[in-house]
């Protein structure tokens, strides 16, 4: 069984930034496919980014160039820089880890931009 902890939401000016992490529990963290969703009210939950075990990134066109996500194997983390917020960034923000069949989500972390 895989835990994933989420951290780093908050409130943030637009144009701020923020860095969200993911602790994963577990010993299958370095092998999986990892990638952040996101949802937001009234919305569905769509695919914001996505990293390969072998560190390939790749992007929803709407946050390309403007976020960034990362792992740490050693730390069993994933993280994913988030600069020039825009208010329609506003969402949970939920951490994914796949490995075959075995897909694993977060409980969510709240992101809010707004003035």
């Known amino acids: 069984q895989v835990q994933l902890v989420e951290s780093g939401g908050g409130l943030v000016q637009p144009g701020g930034s923020l860095r969200l992490s993911c602790v994963a529990s577990?010993?299958?963290?370095?092998?999986?496919?990892m990638a952040w969703y996101r949802q937001a009210p009234g919305k569905e939950r769509e695919l914001v980014a996505t990293i390969t075990t072998g560190s390939s990134a790749s992007y929803a066109d709407s946050v390309k160039g403007r976020f960034t996500i990362s792992r740490d194997n050693a730390k069993n983390t994933l993280y994913l820089q988030m600069n020039s917020l825009k208010p329609e960034d506003t969402a949970v923000y939920f951490c994914?880890?796949?490995?075959?069949?075995?897909?694993?989500w977060g409980q969510g972390t709240q992101v809010t931009v707004s003035s």
């Open positions: 577990g010993n299958i963290f370095s092998i999986s496919v």
């Open positions: 994914n880890s796949r490995w075959g069949l075995l897909i694993y």
